[in-house]
């Protein structure tokens, strides 16, 4: 499997390689632009001022977002191409069982947001301290310090969402392939996925109303919905099926509570797709 | 004899027809065996289901004892009728990825095979013509030291230098611990390596046995008979 | 190689290393080329090859060597008969077609006499 996953990274590097390059300079322009901007700031008209620094905020997240979904939608195709292109061929006379083959490819995506996202951190960490010198360690600082139990376990929440739904998403792939062949219905996948996720979110929600059991993270204390009171200061809907909560007592920030049961849930449903998508593309799989 | 493949009852149903159906059919260990029938006779989806890129629908099908899975992929090499290679690879690549892959793979033999057939390392899989590619990827396939080898149209649309270049690596890699199965309908070119003959018709076996024996028996080519049953 | 005589190709190639034997190509005594190599050259299977050489060796043409290969016969004797009984197949075609179309033993003998002549 470390081999295939050796392969995976050796076909998709280039186009990955070529986002980056992207990003690294989208985010030069526009720093550059930022810091052009506040040494000439103009106090006569503050609000063109801000009305530039919201432009390029605009701007940065245009990009994040652009480069993500394209990276998305080409880890997405580059499972596709395994069912439907001559390439399956190759893929699916390995040795390999199902799972591998399911696993390498979301070992491979991971990877690969992981390294897009490091990179332009890091980069654009150096150009700022570059840029804009001293005062911009601190606020660096001040960020790594807000770092913590909280932060981390909601990231790792938002990853195993993150994850599970990657995982729907390869699962809908094998799916359609499975059921019509060689009938390759473009948005079948995607209607399938959206019905599919829609499916889990309701039962994650059941499920975190059914046992409204949370876990403080601040104190490792088990508390009930009841003892948490915050009936009227849920900022996360368990309803969306993200089951985490933050508390919010008198609209100060007081710790963030997880919902044991909707998490195993989302987790159980998670390995459930994966061992399917597995057994799909290993046991039922119709090139 | 021992059978390397036993099928029993093999079926396929697609929406609209059978693409086989309740085909029995052993494949003796050490031979060349040629399957036989035009376009649409169930050849390429036998092969498909003995290589385990197809399920059936109905019967049992046992290679080397095991149904197919992990360990049948590991112990058949497979040359589908089309350019199964990654579009990013090189001639090389290729070669690193079945050496990676298959316990089984001989480097050496590729190398060796590489330069009878006249290919560059460093040429991409993707600028081959069809006759380079359909040698390169037969290359892959027999330096292989399989159990089974599943060739499938290996000649088809090369032109005649190639084809007998092709032909010619089939009969040096051959040998009696391996059988090989072979799909063709240009059976006049074929004909003279086969050990038995399959003739599929409309997803059944219409005729098998062996190829010299055939002859003896109808005093006639595989080739003619073949006219004789489809023509 | 395509064959094309309504025979087995093992047969076929017996014939073919006979015709060798007889017309001088092949000589007593001399190594047959291997298997591999006569079925790589003929591009026909290697159990095809080895079917010919086992009823060629049936027939006392070759003998084989263990380890070294095949070889034609060192028996004059055989080789002479081999010569004898192809000449007598063939003639005794040739006389059952000339037969076929209506031609005497005597008109026979007499236009193979004359054709003998001018192709001398």
């Known amino acids: 499997m470390g081999k295939f996953i050796k392969y995976e990274i050796k076909g998709t590097y280039k186009f990955i390689l070529g986002i980056l390059v992207m990003l690294l300079i989208a985010s030069t322009i526009i720093q550059l632009n930022i810091s052009n901007e506040i040494k000439n700031f103009d106090y006569s008209s503050v609000n063109g001022e801000i009305n530039f620094m919201r432009f390029m905020f605009f701007v940065s997240t245009l990009v994040i977002f652009g480069a993500a979904i394209t990276a998305f939608f080409y880890i997405v195709g580059s499972f596709r191409k395994e069912l439907y292109e001559d390439r399956g061929y190759l893929t699916f006379t390995l040795p390999l069982t199902g799972n591998q083959i399911v696993g390498t490819k979301l070992i491979v995506a991971f990877l690969w947001y992981f390294v897009l996202g490091a990179a332009v951190l890091l980069y654009n960490i150096l150009l700022a301290i570059i840029l804009f010198g001293g005062q911009w360690m601190e606020i660096f600082k001040d960020i790594f310090n807000t770092i913590n139990i909280n932060t981390l376990s909601f990231t790792l929440i938002s990853l195993l969402s993150a994850v599970t739904s990657l995982i729907l998403i390869y699962f809908s792939i094998a799916l359609s392939k499975v059921s019509i062949r060689n009938k390759k219905i473009g948005g079948l996948w995607f209607i399938l996925f959206l019905v599919l996720s829609a499916i889990v979110a309701y039962i994650v929600s059941k499920v975190n109303l059914a046992l409204p059991y949370y876990l403080d993270l601040n104190t490792f204390k088990l508390a009930g919905i009841q003892e948490l009171s915050m009936l009227d200061h849920m900022s996360f809907s368990s309803g969306t099926g993200r089951s985490m909560v933050l508390g919010l007592g008198q609209g100060v920030f007081s710790g963030m509570y997880i919902n044991i049961f909707g998490t195993l849930t989302q987790l159980i449903i998670g390995i459930a797709t994966f061992i399917g998508t597995g057994y799909l593309i290993e046991k039922k799989i119709d090139l | ?231 | ?120």
């Open chain 3, 1 to 120: 190689m395509i064959f094309k005589d309504n025979l087995p190709i093992y047969i076929q190639i017996m014939n073919i290393i006979k015709k060798r034997i007889v017309s001088g190509n092949l000589k007593e005594g001399e190594k047959l080329p291997s298997v591999r190599e006569l079925s790589t050259e003929l591009k026909v299977n290697p159990n095809t090859i080895q079917r010919s050489y086992q009823e060629l060796e049936r027939e006392n043409l070759v003998f084989t060597q263990r380890g070294m290969g095949t070889f034609i016969t060192e028996d004059k004797e055989i080789i002479k008969e081999l010569k004898r009984d192809m000449a007598s197949s063939i003639i005794n075609n040739f006389i059952e077609n000339m037969k076929s179309l209506g031609f005497t033993s005597q008109d026979i003998i007499e236009l193979v006499n004359n054709e003998v002549k001018e192709v001398k």
């Open chain 2, 1 to 231: 004899m021992t059978n390397i493949i036993e099928i029993k009852g093999l079926s396929k149903s697609y929406l609209n027809k059978k693409a086989l159906n309740n085909l029995d059919l052993n494949i003796e260990k050490g031979k060349v065996v040629g399957i036989l029938g035009p376009n649409g006779s169930g050849k390429t989806t036998l092969i498909k289901i003995i290589t385990g890129i197809l399920r059936q629908s109905k019967g049992e099908i046992l290679i080397d004892g095991s149904k197919p899975g992990v360990y049948t992929k590991s112990i058949v090499s497979y040359l589908p009728d089309r350019n199964f290679l990654y579009k990013w690879m090189t001639v090389e690549d290729s070669i690193k990825f079945y050496k990676d892959f298959y316990k089984d793979f001989d480097e050496s033999k590729a190398y060796e095979l590489l330069k009878f057939m006249k290919l560059d390392r460093k040429a991409k899989v993707e600028s081959l013509s069809k006759g380079m590619n359909e040698k390169l990827n037969l290359t892959l396939v027999l330096s292989r030291n399989a159990k089974i080898y599943i060739l499938d149209e290996p000649i088809a649309g090369v032109d005649p230098v190639a084809r007998d270049q092709i032909l010619d690596a089939i009969i040096k890699n051959y040998n009696r611990e391996s059988t090989m199965i072979i799909t063709t309908h240009l059976v006049r070119d074929m004909e003279n390596i086969f050990d038995d003959v399959v003739f599929l018709r409309e997803g059944v076996v219409e005729l098998s046995g062996n190829a010299e024996e055939l002859r003896e028996e109808r005093s006639m080519q595989i080739d003619d008979l073949y006219k004789e049953i489809f023509g």
